[in-house]
């Protein structure tokens, strides 16, 4: 392909792999083994939700669907990175390219907005514990899901249409999914839509709940840590790891490609497996449910021996 800019692109290299040739058996392994374990740990926590009707609260919804978000996030991904893996040459097609690139943005910024809408759920919960039943209903937690499953989406997608109208100069990605110059420049607007505006209002609230919960004492202050330290963990978590990201594919013709390749690996690879075990163990109500199902299962098994 001649390195000019053109509106007629048909294929675009994936050139983040290091050293496929030598290790792609490594690489399939690894990528699948992370996809069989992120689809399974993240469909069952949100299966044991929904069907345990001591988990129908608004909290643990917002959980549900932060962890569906990890699978489709996945789902939509991990399929053609595995078949790259497998292939002799890493190409997609641009139309496959402007996908990912939706996906990538559109679920990424989805996790923000579900993230704030947690934190909104806590203020609640903890700062106005009488008028929390009446104000967080069900259908206004329908309501707060379906914004931020449909604001980010229509975000990148009216970034997307503007930027498929314009010339691509590089035709060679450097990453193991496809993220294109023009597209970057469109990523900075949609990163500060969707991620620094609910960071923002994040901080603030969590802020909110830290001082009002210390003024009450010792007991408020223990509980506000306890219900909100996961959702801190995993905030801070994915914020980091989506800054590196964003900074690094700025800076990618003078960052060495191992560095590149690994930042890539750890936003798709670590944070969907990092969600289900920060709300899998390390959260009573939702762990409780997963120690029941291991003893049911070790009860069933001993029956069907004898």
């Known amino acids: 392909l001649e390195n000019k800019c053109t509106h007629n692109v048909t294929y675009i290299i994936l050139d983040g792999y290091v050293d496929l040739e030598k290790y792609r058996a490594l690489y399939f392994v690894i990528f699948f083994s992370a996809f069989v374990v992120i689809i399974c740990s993240n469909s069952t926590i949100v299966w044991l939700i929904l069907i345990h009707k001591n988990l129908h609260k608004p909290m643990y919804f917002f959980i549900a669907a932060l962890l ?3 699978v489709l996030f996945s789902s939509a991904l991990y399929p053609k990175i595995l078949l ?5 040459k890493q190409v997609v097609t641009y ?3 402007l996908f990912q690139w939706w996906i990538f943005y559109a679920i990424g910024g989805a996790e923000f907005w579900l993230l704030m809408f947690m934190a909104l759920d806590r203020y609640l919960a903890i700062c106005k514990p009488l008028q929390y039943p009446t104000i967080m209903t069900k259908s206004r937690v329908n309501v707060l899901l379906t914004v931020a499953w449909t604001v980010p989406g229509f975000q990148v997608a009216a970034s997307i249409s503007t930027a498929s109208q314009m010339k691509l100069c590089n035709f060679v990605s450097r990453g193991i999914i496809c993220n294109t110059t023009t597209h970057k420049l469109w990523g900075t607007f949609t990163l500060v839509n969707s991620a620094f505006v ?6 603030f609230t969590y802020i909110n709940i830290f001082i009002i919960a210390n003024r009450r004492g010792p007991e408020a202050r223990k ?3 306890n219900t909100c330290l996961p959702h801190l963990v995993v905030l801070f978590n994915y914020f980091c790891l989506c800054s590196f990201d964003v900074l690094l594919s700025r800076v990618d013709g003078e960052f060495p490609k191992l560095g590149l390749f690994i930042i890539s690996v750890q936003l798709i690879l670590y944070h969907p497996l990092f969600n289900p075990f920060i709300y899998g163990l390390k959260m009573k109500k939702i762990s409780t449910h997963f120690i029941i199902g291991k003893h049911c299962i070790q009860l069933f098994a001993y029956l069907a021996m004898i």
């Open 68 to 70: 569906l978000n990890s």
């Open 84 to 88: 790259d893996i497998l292939s002799e």
């Open 95 to 97: 139309s496959t390219c």
């Open 198 to 203: 609910p960071m923002i209002f994040n901080c």
């Open 223 to 225: 509980k506000a840590m």
